[in-house]
Every structure is written in C-alpha cells, then in structure tokens.
C-alpha cells in the first residue's frame, strides 16, 4: 500500500468547515504537512506540525495529529472558493533525509 | 524575493525529440528536487541534490532521463529521446538542507510529447 493515503475528493458547501483525511504507515515519521496547490501552480506549504504535538492552529486552519492511529487531519474553517485546490499531505523522517513522501492529493470542491 | 522559477512553463514536442526542462532554485537553497506528477502516479521524486551533487536518481524512469546541476543556481532535466508516456507535469522544488525546511515549489512545466 501506499505510505501516505488520502482520499482523491471532497465537496463541501461554501461557508462549511472542510475537514480533509491522512493516514501514513511510518511511525518514526518526524514532521507532517500539509501543502496545497492551485491550478497550474506548484505545491505550497500550508503548515506543519512535528510528531510530538497534537494540534496546531493557524487563522482558519487546524491541524490534528493522532500519532496512535498515524492519523492527520486538516480543518478548513469557514470554507471560501477560492480554498479550491488540491490539499496534499506529506510526511518526513531522519532516516529518510528529511525528504518528504507525499500523498496523492484531495481535491477539494467548494460550491456554493 | 523570487521562488523557484522553471521553464518553459509549456513544451509540446513530437516523439523522439530530445526535451530541456530547466530550473532556478531560490537563491541560499542548497537542496533541489525535480519531480514529475501525472494523473495515474500522482507526485514522484525523480532526483535531489544536495550542494549541487546528485544524491538519490533511484526515482528516475529510464536512462532516457537526465539531470544536472552545474552550479547553485541552475538545473536541468533532460529527456533524450522523449516518449508520449513521458507527458506530465514536471516541478522543480528547492529548499534549506536538513531538518525541517520545507520544499518550495516552481510552478511547473506541461510537457506533452506528441
């Protein structure tokens, strides 16, 4: 299976919270991201948190780490438009360089 | 400050031509990535380097696949000769080396090989 999964679509009214899924399989996983791309540009990094926090939150978004179930998620409050992109989850090591290994991406469609 | 920027943004060549995708990290980075994202395989790490010297091309499809880095501010990724199954998507990314620095993405090149 894949390192780190995701689930390709999520449709979400404008307005509502958006709350987009990861899971990864290494457990000495060191930091967790999230980035997001928009269409024809590359990936931007949205936040990150290290293996040793449970939460952390910035303006409209909050990320929940649950180290246990090696379980990540992403909240977007207050969902707009223009938050419609790809949402990629990512995960790094030591042991891996630091290199990121990457999900598929969820597609986030926001109507309205 | 300029992110990392690639070019051409768009490349349509026939089959059999050869292809230069190129790319300028962000100045100070001293890791950079070319990656190739499609549809099927999603987003995958083809090379890195590190100070300019390839460190891992276990991600590279075929010998048909190039990369160099003659200096800090320049690389390139050569296709020689191209194939229609390489059309994607190819980014560039660079960063800080080691420990938590995150990768900062160029905006791509849409190769399509005819």
């Known amino acids: 299976g894949e390192d780190v999964e995701q689930s390709l679509f999520l449709s979400v009214r404008e307005g509502d919270s958006s709350v987009i899924n990861c899971t990864y399989t290494?457990?000495?996983?060191?930091?967790l991201y999230w980035y997001k791309q928009e269409p024809g540009a590359g990936l931007q990094l949205l936040t990150y948190?290290?293996?040793?926090?449970d939460m952390k939150q910035d303006q409209r978004l909050t990320v929940l780490l649950n180290k246990k179930d090696k379980h990540l998620s992403l909240r977007i409050a207050d969902t707009q438009t223009g938050d419609s992109a790809i949402y990629f989850c990512?995960?790094?090591?030591?042991?891996?360089?630091?290199?990121?290994?990457f999900g598929r991406g969820t597609s986030l469609i926001v109507h309205p | 400050d300029a992110g990392v920027i690639q070019s051409p943004r768009h490349e349509v060549t026939e089959m059999g031509q050869e292809v230069t995708l190129r790319c300028k990290p962000i100045?100070?980075?001293?890791?950079l990535f070319w990656y190739r994202q499609t549809m099927m395989r999603g987003l995958e790490l083809l090379i890195y380097?590190?100070?300019?010297?390839?460190?891992?091309d276990s991600g590279m499809p075929e010998d048909r696949f190039s990369a160099k880095m003659p200096n800090a501010s320049f690389s390139t990724l050569k296709i020689q000769p191209s194939e229609p199954r390489d059309s994607a998507v190819y980014f560039c990314?660079?960063?800080?080396?080691?420990?938590?620095?995150?990768?900062?993405f160029g905006d791509g090149t849409r190769l399509s090989i005819l």
């Open positions: 990314a660079s960063s800080l080396m080691g420990g938590n620095q995150p990768q900062h």
């Open positions: 290494d457990s000495s996983s060191t930091y």
């Open positions: 948190i290290f293996s040793n926090m």
């Open positions: 990512a995960e790094s090591r030591s042991g891996g360089s630091y290199i990121p290994t």
């Open positions: 100045s100070g980075h001293n890791s």
């Open positions: 380097f590190n100070n300019n010297v390839p460190i891992d």
